[in-house]
């Protein structure tokens, strides 16, 4: 089943904690990004990737990192987080930075404390 | 500046009833508009999508409508369900013209929370 994973689901931590969240896709998908979704703002990009190794800040990148080393995983890495980082988190893929359905990750759901 | 807005932000609805959504644009150069179903806490699913060329596309019970005159879409939801209680988010795709550029240049609305009553 194609499919956006992450991992995961519910994470409390704590301020300063450092922390990864993991994302894969079984697509074969050039394009994956990284979004927060927070109440009356909407999904707001973190982070995305065109490419294996390639990689650039979205909109709101401030306090977070990733990496992309294999075309499949797009980890999005929190080195100190903090009260401000809780938020709902989603992967998304796409097949190229052109395509035009964004295929979502179940969410996860981050709380720092 | 790019944008997505959509209306109204909130609404509750009898099950049975029809209800309206609302998307605005200021994208430009327009590539294609979709309507996504978010339930809570997950992740976005594609409904429709809608290009230039297309007024009218039905899902189901979803009805999407797009006029790129007046740079506005319309999700029409019929004989609703309390399982089309969600948020539901509009998303535009800019044109791309140049190399580089976030998003792929998708464009976000904030959502449209439906709840539908018993």
């Known amino acids: 089943e194609a499919q956006v994973t992450q991992n995961p689901r519910y994470l409390i931590t704590v301020t300063g904690k450092k922390l990864t969240v993991t994302c894969s896709q079984n697509m074969n998908h050039e394009y994956m990004s990284w979004y927060r979704q927070d109440p009356g703002l909407g999904l707001r990009q973190i982070y995305y990737?065109?490419?294996?190794?390639?990689?650039d800040k979205g909109d709101v990148p401030e306090g977070y990192k990733v990496s992309r080393k294999e075309k499949r995983n797009f980890p999005l890495i929190l080195e100190s987080p903090s009260p401000n980082q809780t938020s709902l988190y989603f992967c998304?893929?796409?097949?190229?930075?052109?395509?035009?359905?964004?295929?979502f990750g179940q969410g996860t759901r981050l709380t720092v404390v | 500046k790019n944008q997505v807005e959509q209306s109204p932000q909130s609404l509750i609805i009898l099950e049975g009833k029809n209800c309206t959504l609302q998307?605005?644009?200021?994208?430009?150069?327009?590539?294609?508009l979709r309507w996504y179903k978010q339930d809570t806490g997950r992740g976005p699913v594609s409904l429709t999508i809608?290009?230039?060329?297309?007024n009218t596309k039905s899902n189901g019970r979803y009805t999407a409508t797009l006029d790129a005159d007046t740079k506005q879409s319309s999700l029409h939801i019929t004989a609703s369900q309390l399982s089309d209680s969600a948020s539901y988010i509009c998303?535009?795709?800019?044109?791309?013209?140049?190399?580089?550029?976030?998003?792929?240049?998708?464009?976000f609305g904030k959502g449209t929370k439906l709840s539908v009553k018993p």
């Open positions: 990737s065109m490419n294996v190794e390639v990689t």
């Open positions: 998307c605005n644009y200021t994208v430009s150069p327009f590539s294609n």
């Open positions: 998303v535009v795709r800019a044109l791309f013209m140049n190399y580089g550029g976030s998003q792929g240049n998708l464009i």
């Open positions: 998304a893929s796409t097949p190229t930075r052109f395509g035009t359905e964004a295929f």
């Open positions: 809608m290009t230039f060329s297309e």
